[in-house]
């Protein structure tokens, strides 16, 4: 598959990163062209003594403006990503691992929605969305990430490709689209953290949700990769917005051990007092990484 643009051209350069990071190097790729999404901007984190075609798996994250500089946020919070993999890196059962951080748009809300949920809907609780059907973009920030980041990833920095090396996370819609691009490309993506997970599918405060929020249950139990290949964490807080996906969580924790997934490929934990922000989600980072990269087959 030829890379968009050619490998070296000016747009596929990487240029110093203006984020601060504690260990490692951080190497950007502004306005990444794609031919399926709005450009934005990759973030590329290397641990120290990292060289090229180090055998390494690689996470891929959404919202990647959030991952390692606070300073650089809306919020002034950040995942602590380099301050984590700084303190997992070397331990004894983990794999080496690379991160790539993928910036979220003002589309954000589209290009995370699972779209292929709607085919489990009624024709009139599809029509709900109205206009909005037309601006959901998740399959072409999925095909983004598999035809045109994931090539580039793999020529430039040549980490090992397959599916089991090949991971994905996010938080709250960032969850959605880490377990959707599970489902619809198991051969390519062999483990997810989803964190915070808007499994509840609310928009708004009018809008009836729970359709939603059991369509997508439905797609999941068509579409969910094999238990025994691949690895899925979730969690939730128990505060504010976190507290209101107890349900939703525990019904799709049904469903999906009622689908054999089971430990050590599958883990659920809740976290009593966290709420819906990436300082709590910083706190417990290292829990979904070491699920990912702990050797266990």
């Known amino acids: 598959m030829a890379l968009l643009g050619g490998v070296g051209t000016a747009a596929q350069q990487p240029v110093a990163s203006s984020q601060t990071v504690c260990c490692g190097t951080l190497e950007s790729y502004p306005s990444f062209p794609s ?5 934005r901007d990759v973030t590329v984190w290397l641990p120290d003594g990292y060289e090229k075609g180090d055998p390494c798996d ?3 994250m959404h919202d990647g403006q959030m991952l ?3 300073a650089a946020t809306w919020n002034h919070q950040e995942w602590q990503v380099d301050e984590v993999m700084c303190r997992l890196q070397g331990e004894r059962g983990l794999r080496p691992c690379i991160v790539v ?7 954000r809300i589209f290009e995370y929605f699972p779209k292929k949920m709607l085919d489990y809907l009624t024709a009139e609780q599809r029509g709900a969305i109205g206009e909005y059907e037309a601006m959901l973009t998740a399959d072409n920030y999925l095909r983004f990430l598999v035809e045109e980041l ?4 793999d020529s430039e920095y040549q980490p090992l490709t397959g599916p089991r090396h090949t991971l994905l996370m996010g938080s709250s819609m960032g969850g959605l689209i880490s377990l959707y691009a ?3 490309y198991p051969e390519v993506f062999g483990g997810a953290a989803c964190l915070s997970t808007h499994l509840s599918m609310k928009m708004t405060d009018d809008f009836d ?4 929020a059991e369509a997508f249950r439905k797609y999941v139990k068509e579409h969910n990769p094999s238990p025994r290949n691949h690895r899925l964490y979730m969690d939730r807080g128990t505060v504010e917005l976190d507290g209101s996906y107890a349900p939703y969580q525990d019904a799709m924790d049904e469903l999906l051990r009622s689908m054999g997934w089971e430990a050590p490929h599958f883990v659920s934990r809740v976290f009593d007092g966290h709420q819906h922000n990436e300082q709590c989600w910083a706190s417990r980072l290292d829990v979904p990484l070491r699920f990912l990269l702990s050797i266990i087959q």
Do not use: H, S
């Open 58 to 60: 690689v996470l891929y």
């Open 150 to 153: 994931k090539p580039f990833i």
């Open 101 to 107: 951080g993928i910036d979220n748009t003002q589309a």
């Open 182 to 184: 599970m489902c619809e």
């Open 35 to 39: 031919r399926y999404i709005t450009p």
């Open 209 to 212: 949700n729970e359709p939603w």
């Open 68 to 70: 390692f500089d606070a």
